[in-house]
């Protein structure tokens, strides 16, 4: 028991280690994690490690020029990197064979994830918009009682009243005797009373421009922003309904699955204004205004038709007057040619960007963000998320 012991408080100090290391590291570790249910059926966030070698006993010598203390130098200076061992046989160490083995993984509660991400992102938890907190009458079940009907019968507190009472009468004494009978006066009933919940529901939409101009780089690098954007949405309305809706344009818009919305398939010509009208139709048919809160985040080049520019204007205005929050990330990973467009129906690179950039200059619109993601790199996709949730919304 003693060893048994040992062992869990070596892995608490294990965990409390490996957790410093993740915290002043946050951002290179973020981006690897997932969500899932813990050992103790509570959602936790994973994070793989990279594997450490634990300090071992081995038999034999090291040479004399090689002890504790021969040489020159000072206590802590550095020694440099460990020759490879090679004596048993070219390009092979004398550890063994196979890899380096499965990283290790880190469970982190969630709240204590979302707390470090708050406060290395400085971002702030999304509001629910007027009166879209709808209040919904749910049966909480308060107490038990020795009456009751039958459909509200706690079968646990039964059976463990009803084993009580064998035990005591000697009925039920293992293991003679395995049988024991539940009577009226073992029952137990739980009661309920009526209380108000307050639901918030929020949906996200994901937009993105699927034209010949979008490149390897940004399917990356939107998959990793989506990614921690529906993870802090969720965070911030965390009672409620909570759906995620993909849309992908060239010339038209389409609603996808999300496989096929990080998937990079391209889809010819752009014609911008075609995803927020898409979400404008989708709202209007699936989301009443007075009952959602809403959050599309908009992906694209910049690149646009230049005759639809106005169009994606007035698209965008109507769903500025609906949204809690409307973001817009322009990849600035343009392909080597477009600087060097001249087609008069193209716009010029960041075309999108511009327009939004001198909204936000002019007008007083504070549910309009605009952010430039200038790689798939850890450092440009933790600056997206910042331009996106900087500001209380």
Known sequence: MGRIVGIAQDEAEFIKIAKQRIRKDLI?????????????GKPVVVIPIEQIELPTFRFGFRPDDLRVGQGDGEPGDDLGP?????????????????????????????????????????????????????????????????IGPRSAIHRRRTMEQAMKRNIATGDYLPPEKLEFSVLPPDFRFVSSQKVKMPLNNAVLFFARDYSGSVGEDENVALSKICDLIERWV?????????????????????????????????MGGTICSTAPKKMLEIIDERYPVDKWNMYPFYFSDGFNYSDDDEEFKIALFKLLGIVNLFCYGQ????????????????????????????????????NLVHTEIEGSDDQSVMKAIRDFFKEPH
């Open 28 to 40: 290179k570790y973020m981006l690897r994690s997932q969500f899932r249910i813990g050992r103790a």
């Open 82 to 146: 460990v020759e490879p061992c090679e004596e048993e046989g070219e390009g092979k160490s004398a550890s063994g064979e196979g890899g380096p083995g499965q990283p290790i993984e880190v469970e982190i509660e969630e709240e204590e994830y979302f707390s470090w991400l708050e406060e290395e992102l400085k971002l702030r938890l999304l509001l629910p918009k007027g009166d879209r907190t709808i209040v919904e009458e749910h049966d909480k079940y308060t107490s038990i009682h020795h």
């Open 234 to 266: 969720r965070k911030s309305y965390p009672n409620g309904a909570f759906e995620v809706v993909y849309i992908v344009h060239g010339v038209e818009a389409y609603e996808v699955k999300r496989p096929t919305f990080f998937a990079g398939e391209n």
């Open 331 to 366: 990849t600035q990973m343009y392909r080597p040619w477009a600087e060097e467009v001249s087609s008069s129906k193209l716009s010029p690179p960041g075309t999108i960007g511009h327009m939004i950039d001198g909204m936000i200059d002019t007008m007083e619109i504070p």
